[in-house]
């Protein structure tokens, strides 16, 4: 890898929300050779195969694999919170936050782990070292460029294998945390520590298993030099009102005079979730984004042909509309209302209608589903993926077959209560499933799925299609 190995530094604003004065708001994103970027490309292959192969990936983190996103991180950690709701349990999430994860990664115990854990040895494991070790870097700004500097630690944001490598480098905290019986999710430097309890041991739970277990992840990142943010990290108790009315801890006391104080609502992955899991909160910021987006664009819009409005119209708030929508299943029908709102005027931007014009059969037009109906759409193609093995385990696991005299259907669960069980994941994944013609369910490809399925839900009315939420 020498010669490969020099990054352009190239410092991006996270939020434009962020104040630039402030150096940690920003992201050190790493311009690199298109050589070197094309060797890791083959490298990654290589030990993706290697890690599929011997069964050797994490299954509970969710980042930089095939088949693995944050939507379906989502569903799954949203499945838990519904599921436990529902057996009248709440749940206490941790949402960690590293500081500068990638740039603190050591090399050595990298290594390390890629020999002693991965399996990697020879030339292979010497390869890694040179592409780990000599690095060097550059800020440049404009035309402006610093002196260089060799870099000790880390590996580069914006390479191929960094991420991958960063995965690995931290893959033993799900085996720590685990041992404390907590369960963990993780997407890249982003975790969530969750653990179900009932009211009577909330005492037991939130003021000691809960703070053993921050002082014991507190303890793995020294070991692996890496840093919580403290003021980045939340903790939120998530169940039915009259569970959430009997909690009376309120704060966690993680020592040196430093408490944190449990949050009613968090951003978690780009979705806002309260602890009531209303969505109300998510579909309040949904529309302030979307109706902004769309304000800007009714000013340009003499400048565009209705293709190309409609393109920017679908990649920049339709598709916000469409992210992890299956969480909106079982939602109050005020709430839905509001997010059908949000596609119509998407819709009218596009036709050019104005706010009170009736909207006519302009969906249809667009070839557009309703909100409810890309709903069950979104919910379908999940359950489609996951009786195909084209989901990670936690979702596909949910999916178990029964046969009803000559044909094999889904087995769903019993849920107990229509505003929780019943919109869990597990319930209504099934249920939608088995409620497709057979034409649709034994599509051979996932575009046929979409292309069969699509056209089902057009057939629909929306009476029928409502009769399926409520």
Not at 102 to 125: A, C, P, Q, S, Y
Not at 225 to 254: C, E, H, R, W
Not at 437 to 464: G, H, M, N, R, W
Request: hydrophobic residues 40%.
């Amino acid at each position: 890898m020498e010669g490969v190995k020099l990054a352009d530094i190239i410092p991006l604003l996270k939020n434009n929300s962020l104040d630039p004065n402030v150096l940690k708001n920003f992201r050190p994103v790493s311009n690199l050779t298109f050589i070197g970027k094309l060797i890791e490309r083959v490298v990654l292959k290589r030990l993706d195969d290697h890690l599929t192969k011997n069964n050797l990936h994490c299954p509970e983190q969710s980042a930089y694999k095939k088949n693995f996103s944050t939507e379906t991180l989502l569903v799954r950690i949203w499945n838990d919170l519904l599921v436990a709701s529902d057996e009248k349990s709440a749940t206490v999430v941790m949402m960690l936050d590293l500081s500068a994860a990638f740039d603190t990664v050591d090399h050595d115990l990298l290594l390390n782990i890629l020999m002693k854990e991965i399996g990697l040895r020879g030339t292979v494991l010497k390869w890694f070292e040179s592409f780990l070790k000599g690095r060097s870097q550059r800020i440049r700004l404009g035309s402006t460029v610093s002196d260089e500097i060799i870099i000790k630690f880390g590996v580069p944001q914006g390479s191929v294998l960094g991420p991958v490598l960063f995965n690995l480098y931290i893959r033993s905290i799900y085996r720590y945390v685990q041992a404390l019986n907590f369960t963990i999710f993780g997407y890249a430097d982003d975790h969530q520590i969750l653990k179900q309890f009932k009211p009577i041991n909330q005492g037991i739970t939130l003021l000691s298993e809960l703070k053993k277990c921050f002082a014991a992840v507190k303890s793995w990142m020294r070991k692996y030099y890496l840093a919580m943010n403290d003021s980045k990290t939340q903790v939120i108790i998530f169940g039915p009102p009259s569970v959430l009315n009997d909690i009376k801890v309120n704060g966690l006391n993680i020592g040196c005079k430093t408490t944190i104080r449990f949050v009613n609502t968090v951003k978690n992955l780009g979705i806002y979730m309260d602890a009531a899991l209303t969505m109300k909160d998510h579909v309040t910021e949904l529309k302030k984004k979307c109706f902004l987006t769309l304000r800007n664009l009714r000013k340009i819009r003499f400048l565009l042909t209705t293709s190309q409005l409609k393109t920017i119209v679908n990649s920049l708030v339709v598709s916000c509309l469409d992210y992890c929508n299956s969480m909106f299943y079982g939602i109050s029908q005020q709430l839905m209302h509001q997010l059908q709102l949000i596609q119509n005027a998407c819709a009218k931007v596009i036709t050019g209608k104005y706010k009170y014009d009736h909207m006519e059969d302009d969906l249809n037009k667009l070839h557009w589903l309703s909100v409810r109906k890309r709903v069950v759409f979104k919910i379908c193609l999940l359950a489609f993926k996951a009786v195909n093995g084209l989901t990670p385990l936690y979702l596909s696991d949910m999916f178990k077959y029964a046969h009803y005299g000559h044909t094999i259907r889904l087995i769903v669960p019993y849920g107990t209560t229509k505003s929780y069980g019943d919109r869990s994941f597990s319930v209504i994944g099934p249920k939608l499933f088995n409620a497709l013609p057979e034409t649709v369910k034994q599509a051979l490809s996932i575009d046929s799925f979409k292309s069969s399925l699509k056209t089902y839900l057009f057939t629909l009315s929306d009476t029928d299609v409502a009769s399926l939420f409520y």
